[in-house]
């Protein structure tokens, strides 16, 4: 049977786009949809007007600290719309260029909301199209937690098209979204609390780094409050007001849910060709991006297996290359680097204390910034190494200070190729910079599996 398509990508965020791209280029007949925004989350309404975000928070801060330099500066107040109108035109000129790179390869484009009619047809408004395979990247959104009043707060989506920026800001979960998004609003100048269940911000992560983390957040001057979980919101009128497990309660122009996402599963159409859904509406997929149905394929955030866009990408990029370059791959999900923009920054590879195997060295040092011996701002710079106690090699690096993300961008070549503790010995570093620390850890801090092996204070 002769199809309309080769391929057809229901999602043009950053794995769809990736992969209708590339399948085109191969030769491939591709179509694909999108329903909303090209570019996706990330593009649109994540990873890049936050990071945009982060920097305008950063400015009023180096404003501050440039009086330590000699510097007479006075810090303005931060003009939110001219800010949010110049996002916008980033945005929207990042939105052209994905078009842009999908036509030139030859893929057809359609702006649209696409469903699944059929194992092998998509239905586009009135239109169907059939395909010889399919592939879902349809990404995920912010979830709601379901209490009373909750439809009084907002979610991520909402915080990058706020009229204003609020005075008071309620954020109620402490991972990356809370933590990056309570740094951005304190650093722009609103009364932060950050509201979350565990005793420390970004459950998962190194416990040194949390630790660090939170005392960071404090100096940023955000009120913390662990261990506690919200029961509802009530509306009053010239407030929000936020009530917690404790009994208290948190006034607020804003109250902001950053408590996890979900897959874009609903209303796909999935059932009509017998894909099979996880609890939570994730799609469950293969090493090779196949679902149970052989030839309808998922990826990106939708599988909720690594929600981060580098990942997307490159399933992306080893899909079309499977289908149609001849060169069938997969991507693994081992040492793959991350970062969250909080302020300050942190960033991490590889294995952390928590779940490193018995026998692990791990080096640790704290100290000051160069920058803040002259700001005074109270800031500490954390870098760690997790290195294996029979091999020597180093299995994970986690950082928490200005430029983690740039610096551990490095260090995760050097572990992926398998760099041991020696090597790190070897290498000469560039001084003075932070990054040169990595290199000259020369102290093992304690091991995991002794009496010592706890958080470093």
């Given at each position: ?8 990508v ?17 030769g ?47 810090k ?16 929207a ?13 030859g893929?057809?484009?359609f ?56 005075n008071?800001?309620?954020?109620i ?45 404090t ?6 409050h ?5 029961l ?13 497990t ?36 994730a ?22 297996r ?6 997307a990408?490159?399933?992306g ?13 997969g ?59 029979e ?16 610096i ?30 990595f ?19």
């Open positions: 049977m002769t199809h309309d398509f080769d391929l057809f229901i999602g043009g965020g950053s794995a769809g786009v990736r992969l209708a791209r590339i399948a085109a280029g191969h491939a007949r591709v179509g694909i949809a999108e329903n909303r925004f090209w570019g996706g989350t990330c593009v649109n309404i994540g990873c890049v007007p936050k990071k945009l975000m982060v920097m305008a928070a950063e400015y009023g801060l180096a404003a501050e600290d440039a009086t330590g330099f000699g510097w007479n500066m006075t303005g107040a931060h003009d939110w719309s001219r800010f949010i109108a110049a996002k916008n035109a980033e945005i000129r990042l939105n052209g260029a994905y078009t842009g790179l999908l036509e030139r390869a893929a057809t484009i702006n649209g909301t696409a469903t699944i009619h059929n194992a092998h047809t998509i239905e586009i408004g009135h239109h169907r199209h059939t395909a010889a395979r399919i592939a879902i990247a349809t990404g995920g959104h912010p979830i709601r937690p379901d209490i009373p009043g909750g439809e009084h707060a907002i979610v991520s989506d909402d915080a990058f098209y706020l009229p204003e920026r609020p008071r800001v309620v954020m979960g402490a991972g990356y979204i809370g933590v990056e998004f309570a740094g951005i609003f304190a650093g722009l100048g609103s009364k932060v609390d950050l509201v979350y269940r565990q005793p420390l911000p970004l459950r998962g992560f190194d416990p040194d780094l949390r630790a660090g983390l939170s005392e960071a957040l100096n940023h001057g955000i009120t913390l662990p261990g506690q979980c919200p509802k919101i009530e509306d009053l009128g010239h407030a929000k007001r936020l009530h917690m404790n009994g208290h309660h948190i006034d607020a122009d804003c109250i902001f849910f950053a408590t996890g996402r979900a897959p874009n599963t609903a209303g796909l159409g999935l059932e009509h060709a017998g894909v099979t859904l996880a609890p939570g509406g799609i469950p997929i293969d090493e090779a991006f196949r679902t149970n149905i052989p030839h309808i394929f998922a990826l990106g955030d939708v599988t909720d690594l929600n981060l866009t580098p990942v990408t490159a399933e990029h080893a899909l079309a290359d499977t289908l149609f370059g001849a060169n069938p791959r991507v693994s999900l081992t040492n793959i680097p991350s970062a969250v923009f909080s302020i300050p920054p942190l960033a991490t590879i590889g294995v952390h204390e928590d779940e490193a195997p018995p026998g692990t060295k791990i080096f640790v040092t704290r100290f000051t910034p160069m920058r803040h011996s002259l700001s005074r701002r109270p800031r500490k710079t954390l870098m760690k190494l997790l290195v294996d106690g091999t020597d090699k180093v299995i994970g690096a986690h950082m928490l200070g200005e430029d983690a993300a740039e551990i961008q490095g260090i995760a070549i050097a572990i992926i190729a398998g760099a041991t503790k020696a090597d790190f010995d070897h290498t000469i570093g560039i001084h003075p910079t932070a990054a040169e620390e290199v000259t850890l020369r102290t093992e801090t304690r091991r995991v599996g002794t009496a010592d092996a706890k958080a470093a204070e």
